[in-house]
């Protein structure tokens, strides 16, 4: 509260009079309250980098507190051409509100924020986004602290550190703009293996010195882990987090530290500034930082100085061009290992079991040309099955083992050894039954058209290589009656597109495409006579991270015939579907499952009209609000004409254990309807 003081009466209304009294009275000093009033203010917090990298970028956080809150404006100016000094444009932020109790025993709650870097890794950063959009984090521990014997890194994102998502497992992606040399670096958590990208993250220390970091840090990190972002603020939290009690692991915190939501902005606030030197430069810069929220300017000054960077470089798996493999008994097969080397330093390339990259795979030998990157494999005579194996890289002059972790970039690839044929049958006439599989998350996307009796009639490669979210299929005579083709969608992490393959050639067709384009949820895909057309058509539904949108197309008119939600559009889920009959003589039915984030519910739909029939839950041991629901119509019962509705967990392989449920028990149709 200001007040104003002046001389006076104490009716400061009144004239004072000529006595001696009000010649006191007007010696003394009255006030008057006035309103209140907010003084506009920024202010920088202390940024301190003694030294940076001369061979990197160094990516440092500006914590800006203005008062009024408000957009803020950052400049930074470097007085040395040695290193270029900029403001990191684009990307969102991740607030983390976050409880816990600090080393003292005090419980504390607060927020850390963390600027994305999609330029780093753009598919993780991508996973990051889809999981706090969709409410994943909200409940998650931050299960695992690393402060001893130097301050390292907290982990989040699960219950336990091998809590994940039920979304498909991403191969790490790497930038070398992009490394562990600045301070609160935000990365996926990976399990050693370079394809295990999936929900956990963690974020390395704060305010070390690059001399710290390349000690600390880089060694046993840098090219190992995808990146997403960095901490722009909540660094006290951050520490009371990293220093909180731990069990007698030294990692695990006494006390639950719980993220309790995590929200997706635009930080208009916080900045980031990137350090560019000039390879080799070993001055001094002084750096200037500058905020304005149009009030005036408030500047921060501080000085670095290049520091030459002896830490090698690691080399790292470039991306394989299959990891699923095929051969026959006893014929050897080849696979190119592409690598990546950035220091040019020696290079060893190694294939080993599926739990040691150091020792041999069993039932088969490997040669391996170091030059050219070809690894020879040659199952073992007689041996016929599958073999799951690694491949991997390191510098020759790391340790195979030792005090620097997963020495090793390293990915599971997988070798099909099948009986030789004993003839070569011609191919069959299109018109013969046929049957279509997509390849599983994890692998090379293509798909098999297979002969009535079980033969491989084409392996048709579709989609880009490097996707690896699993292709869906269905085969049935979407282009007309007595016509089959074969339809293949993408799922996770591929884009709203539908092929339709030729059986008779082992070509592509068609391309269509559905949805907003840049939607990358992958599609559902059915298909089946909705309209007794006396041929199918096809309904597709989004995957996880968009809405829970379902479509009904008829390829012959080339026209949508029903368009709906299958729940509330403003969750990011998805929806599984499938199509046919569930109630005697009630006509096609579209059911559909709800998707990750959302409660575990079956909905189904008439498929002529879209209207919905009715609902009930799912819920089990196994299906949670976090899993989503995967549906499937069984065969009507020759009794009653009834089908079973059976439910899974959405990400759940094919062919795994399904829940069924009786559809008539939870609706009922009125009498003559």
């Known amino acids: 509260m200001l007040r104003r003081f002046f001389p006076g009466s104490s009716d400061p209304r009144r004239p004072a009079t000529g006595t001696a009294r009000s010649r006191d009275a007007r010696s003394r000093l009255l006030c008057e309250q006035l309103e209140e009033r907010e003084v506009p203010s920024v202010t920088l917090a202390t940024i301190s980098q003694p030294d940076i990298a001369n061979n990197k970028p160094t990516y440092l956080p500006v914590t800006v507190t203005n008062t009024p809150a408000g957009p803020v404006t950052t400049t930074v100016t470097s007085d040395n051409a040695g290193v270029a000094a900029s403001v990191v444009q684009g990307g969102q932020s991740v607030r983390f509100d976050v409880t816990g109790t600090d080393s003292n025993g005090v419980p504390f709650t607060g927020s850390m924020t963390v600027m994305l870097f999609p330029n780093s890794a753009p598919n993780a950063v991508q996973r990051i986004i889809d999981l706090v959009n969709s409410g994943y984090y909200n409940g998650k521990l931050f299960p695992r602290v690393v402060d001893t014997p130097n301050p390292f890194v907290i982990q989040g994102g699960g219950s336990s550190t091998s809590d994940n998502s039920p979304l498909p497992s991403l191969q790490a992606q790497f930038n070398q703009a992009y490394q562990f040399n600045s301070p609160g670096i935000m990365a996926m958590a990976n399990t050693g293996n370079s394809a295990s990208d999936n929900s956990q993250f963690f974020i390395t220390a704060l305010g070390q010195s690059f001399s710290a970091t390349m000690a600390n840090l880089e060694a046993p990190l840098n090219l190992r882990y995808s990146i997403v972002g960095i901490l722009t603020s909540g660094s006290d939290i951050y520490q009371k987090i990293l220093t909180t009690k731990t069990g007698s692991d030294g990692q695990t915190p006494v006390n639950n530290v719980t993220i309790t939501s995590a929200t997706l902005f635009t930080d208009t606030s916080d900045a980031v500034i990137e350090l560019n030197p000039t390879k080799g430069f070993t001055g001094t810069a002084n750096i200037t930082v500058t905020a304005n929220d149009g009030t005036g300017p408030t500047t921060l000054p501080f000085s670095t100085t290049g520091m030459a960077d002896t830490s090698q470089q690691s080399p790292y798996l470039g991306p394989l061009s299959s990891t699923s493999l095929t051969t026959t008994e006893g014929t050897a097969t080849t696979l190119t290992i592409p690598v990546v080397n950035p220091s040019g330093a020696g290079t060893t390339i190694a294939v080993g079991s599926s739990t040691s990259i150091t020792t041999a795979p069993q039932n088969m030998t490997v040669s391996i040309n170091q030059t050219t990157g070809v690894a020879t494999l040659t199952p073992n ?100 009656a007595g016509s089959q083709a074969v339809l293949a969608t993408p799922g996770y992490g591929g884009g709203p597109i539908m092929l339709v393959i030729n059986p008779a050639t082992g070509t592509i067709a068609h391309t269509i495409t559905m949805f907003n384009p840049a939607f990358r949820g992958g599609i559902n895909l059915q298909v089946g006579d909705a309209a007794g057309l006396g041929y199918d058509q096809v309904l597709v539904g989004a995957g996880p991270s968009g809405g829970p949108r379902a479509m009904l197309l008829n390829l012959v008119t080339d026209t949508v015939m029903l368009n709906f939600f299958t729940g509330d559009p403003n969750t990011r889920g998805g929806t599984s579907v499938d199509l046919g009959t569930v109630f005697k003589s009630k006509g096609e039915m579209i059911v559909a499952g709800s998707g990750p984030g959302t409660s575990p519910v079956v909905t189904i739909y008439s498929a002529t009209t879209g209207a919905a029939v009715g609902s009930f839950p799912v819920a089990t041991s196994t299906i949670t609000t976090q899993t989503g629901v995967r549906v499937r119509i069984g065969t009507p019962d020759p009794t009653s004409g009834n089908a079973l509705i059976y439910a899974a967990p959405e990400n759940s392989p094919i062919g795994s254990s399904e829940t069924p449920f009786d559809p008539t028990q939870f609706i009922t149709f009125p009498t003559g309807a």
């Open 381 to 480: 005579a007689g041996f016929t099955g599958t073999i799951t194996f690694e491949v991997g890289v390191k510098a020759t002059s790391a340790a195979d083992t030792g005090s620097v972790p997963y020495a090793y970039d390293t990915q599971a690839v997988t070798l099909t050894v099948s009986p030789p044929p004993t003839t070569s049958p011609p191919p069959p006439p299109a018109t013969t039954s046929l049957t279509a599989v997509g390849s599983a998350p994890g692998t090379t996307p293509e798909v098999i058209i297979k002969n009535a009796d079980g033969s491989v009639r084409f392996t048709v490669p579709v989609f880009d290589p490097s996707f690896l979210g699993g292709v869906n299929v269905a085969v049935g005579p979407v282009t007309g």
